[in-house]
Antibody, heavy 118, light 107 residues
């Protein structure tokens, strides 16, 4: 059974950093495209980043240069390192597995809340 | 960036009804269109990809159609568990973008 479990969210001050984790089971993270999608409180979905099975990465304009997606094959875990955090980064962050190397998703994690506030 | 516009933004319907949600792309996206269902406080659930292909385990009451710029999600025989917010997504190029959502409420 495919499962994705995010962790690492919390309250952080503006300008601070946080690393989110997404532990996967039932499949191999490094063999799949994996994405992060976020949702600000009461708002819609916003794509954040993707990492290909090749290791190639892409980012949304709002996070480019501040966020880094990565993975650890030994832990079968996806990460999102977030730096220079802003109030507008406040959101629930979801990790998701991509469908057959497309840029859409079949499985989602339950999400982890990041709150950026002083 | 490709803009995705859903209509209506909200919709009231009764149990047993059939409803249709529309999603329009600001430029042609072939069939690179997905639909998601989200209930309050929960993660999105994937329903449809490639405009009309159902994900495993999704009941056939959900159907999708369209290509190019105009797409529809149809839900037949509405049940209480179908009342949720629905999002479309284009994934033909970066940035991947979502519609603003359609909230389906019980009448």
């Amino acid at each position: 059974e495919v499962q994705l479990v995010e962790s690492g969210g919390g309250l952080v001050q503006p300008g601070g950093s946080l690393r989110l984790s997404c532990a996967a089971s039932g499949f191999t993270v490094s063999n799949n495209y994996m994405s992060w999608v976020r949702q600000a409180p009461g708002k819609g979905l916003e794509w954040v980043s993707i990492i290909y099975s090749s290791g190639e990465t892409h980012y949304g304009d709002s996070v480019k240069g501040r966020f880094t997606i990565s993975r650890d094959s030994s832990k079968n875990t996806l990460y999102l390192q977030m730096t220079s955090l802003r109030a507008e980064d406040t959101a629930v962050y979801y990790c998701a597995r991509d469908v057959m190397e497309t840029n859409t998703y079949d499985y989602w994690g339950q999400g982890t809340l990041v709150t950026v506030s002083s | 960036d490709i803009q995705m516009t859903q209509s209506p933004s909200s919709l009231s319907a009764s149990v047993g009804d059939t409803v249709t949600v529309t999603c329009r792309a600001s430029q042609g996206i072939s069939i690179y269109l997905a639909w998601f269902q989200q209930k309050p406080g929960k993660a999105p659930k994937s329903l449809i990809y490639a405009a009309s292909s159902l994900h495993s385990g999704v009941p056939s009451k959900f159907s999708g159609s369209g290509s190019g710029t105009d797409f529809t999600l149809t839900i037949s025989s509405l049940q209480p568990e179908d009342f949720a917010t629905y999002y479309c997504q284009q994934y033909v190029n970066y940035p991947v973008t979502f519609g603003q959502g359609t909230r389906l409420e019980i009448k």
